[in-house]
C-alpha cells in the first residue's frame, strides 16, 4: 500500500482535521499522482456536511479539482508516463457498460460514476478518497492531461469548476450572437464568464449585490445586473437565450430571473443547493421557456475544455491557501467571501 496524508473530516458536523490514510498499490491501468494542489468547490461543503444526504462516508477526504505530477504507472498504462502533468476531476471510474458510458458520458453514467471521493469502489475495496491529500491513485481512462500553458495550481479548478460550465455551454450552444446570463459569480460562475466570452457570446453576471460589479467587467463580462434591483430585471427582460445558474443556495427568487429569458430561452441549473427550489410554471409556460440541468461533464469533453483554456489562456482568479487552512476557507466560501477560488497547496500540508 502507499502511504497518504490529508485532510478528512470524521462526520458531518466536525471541522475537517489532519489524517493518514492508505491508498492502492497501482493496479495495471493505475497512475500514482503526487497531488500538488487542490482546488476547494462548494461541493466539497456540501458532501463534508452530508448536506444532499447522499448518505456521505466518513472519514472523508474531500477535494476533486485536482492537479499533480504522475509518480508512477500500472505495468499496462499507456497514456501516461512518470513526469506528466496531469489532472483528476469529479470521477474517478464508470460503469464503462451503459449506453451513456457507450457514447463516452460518464458523467451519465446510468448506474453512477464512481465519485473521486465518498464513493464505493466498484470493486467493492471500500470508499474512495479525494484530494485534500498528497498521492491518489486512478485508472488511467480518468485522469487528464494539463496543457504546458497552464500552471498546475491554476488547472486544478478547471477540473470542476471549469468543466461544469464549459459543457453546458457548449451544449447549449454559447457563442456569436448568443445572449449569455451567468447567476451566480464564484468559483463556478467566474469560470462561466470567462468561458462564455471567449466562446464569442454577449455575457451578463446576475449577481445578487452590487460587489462584484468590477470584478465582472474585469473578466470580460459586458454588462451586470444586481437582483435586488427591481428596474433592472424589468430592463433585462426577455433579453437572454441561456442563463447559467451556479447559485448554492434555494434562497432565492427564481420567478424574476426566469423572467429574463426570451422566447424558448433555457435556464441551466449546476448549482446545487440542498433544498428544492421553487418556481410559478408560469414564468416557463408564458415564454415557452426551459428548466434544465447539467452535471460537471465527461472525460473527453474535460480534455478539450483544458485545451480550450490553454489556447484561449483562460485560468481561475485563485487564493492559494495552506490545507491548514481550509476550513477557515470554507466559512468564507458560505459568506461569498472567495475571489474566486481557493485552491491548497499540498507543499505545506
Ligand atoms: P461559490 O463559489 O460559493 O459560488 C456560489 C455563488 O452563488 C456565490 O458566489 C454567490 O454569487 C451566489 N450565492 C450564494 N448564496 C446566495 C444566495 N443566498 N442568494 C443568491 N445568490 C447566492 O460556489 P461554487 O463552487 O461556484 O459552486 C456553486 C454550486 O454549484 C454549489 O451548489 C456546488 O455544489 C454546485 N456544483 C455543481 C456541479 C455540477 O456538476 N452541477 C459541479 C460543481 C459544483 P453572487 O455573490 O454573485 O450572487
Ligand atoms: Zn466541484
Ligand atoms: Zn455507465
Excluded at 128 to 153: A, H, K
Excluded at 206 to 235: C, M, V, Y
Excluded at 254 to 261: C, S, T, V
Aim: hydrophobic share 40%.
Amino acid at each position: 500500500m502507499i502511504q497518504a496524508k490529508g485532510f478528512a473530516a470524521a462526520s458531518a458536523t466536525t471541522p475537517l482535521a489532519p489524517y493518514a490514510f492508505e491508498r492502492r498499490d497501482p493496479k495495471d491501468h493505475d497512475v500514482v499522482i503526487d497531488i500538488k494542489f487542490c482546488g476547494v468547490c462548494h461541493s466539497d461543503i456540501h458532501m463534508t456536511r452530508d448536506e444532499w444526504n447522499f448518505g456521505s462516508v466518513y472519514p472523508m477526504v474531500p477535494g476533486h479539482e485536482i492537479a499533480g505530477i504522475v509518480r508512477a504507472v500500472g505495468p499496462k498504462v499507456k497514456k501516461y508516463k512518470v513526469g506528466d502533468r496531469v489532472g483528476v476531476g469529479c470521477m474517478v471510474d464508470s460503469c464503462r457498460t451503459c449506453v451513456n458510458c457507450d457514447q463516452e458520458l460518464e458523467n451519465y453514467c446510468i448506474p453512477g460514476s464512481t465519485l473521486t471521493y465518498s464513493s464505493p469502489e466498484r470493486d467493492g475495496s471500500g470508499s474512495t478518497q479525494g484530494g485534500y491529500s498528497d498521492v491518489i491513485v486512478t485508472n488511467e481512462d480518468f485522469v487528464l492531461r494539463i496543457p504546458d500553458e497552464l500552471p498546475l495550481d491554476k488547472a486544478a479548478p478547471l477540473l470542476c469548476a471549469g468543466i461544469t460550465t464549459y459543457s453546458p455551454l457548449r451544449h447549449w450552444k454559447a457563442g456569436p450572437g448568443k445572449t449569455v446570463g451567468v447567476l451566480g459569480l464564484g468559483g463556478l460562475g467566474h469560470m462561466a464568464v470567462k468561458i462564455a466570452v471567449a466562446m464569442g457570446a454577449n455575457v451578463t453576471v446576475i449577481s445578487h449585490s452590487d460587489k462584484k460589479r468590477e470584478d465582472a467587467k474585469a473578466f470580460g463580462a459586458h454588462q451586470f445586473l444586481n437582483t435586488n434591483s427591481p428596474e433592472a430585471l424589468t430592463e433585462n427582460a426577455l433579453r437572454f437565450d441561456l442563463i447559467i445558474n451556479t447559485v448554492s443556495s434555494a434562497d432565492l427568487d427564481l420567478n424574476p430571473i426566469l423572467g429574463l429569458l426570451k422566447l424558448d430561452g433555457t435556464i441551466v441549473n449546476v448549482g446545487a443547493p440542498d433544498k428544492p427550489l421553487s418556481l410559478n410554471v408560469f414564468s416557463l409556460l408564458l415564454m415557452r421557456r426551459n428548466f434544465a440541468g447539467s452535471v460537471i461533464g465527461s472525460i473527453k469533453e474535460t480534455q478539450e475544455m483544458l485545451h480550450f483554456c490553454a489556447e484561449h489562456k483562460i485560468t481561475p482568479e485563485i487564493e492559494v491557501i495552506a490545507p491548514a487552512q481550509v476550513n477557515h476557507a470554507y466559512e468564507r466560501v458560505l459568506k461569498s467571501d472567495v475571489r474566486y477560488r481557493f485552491v491548497l497547496d499540498m507543499a505545506k500540508l
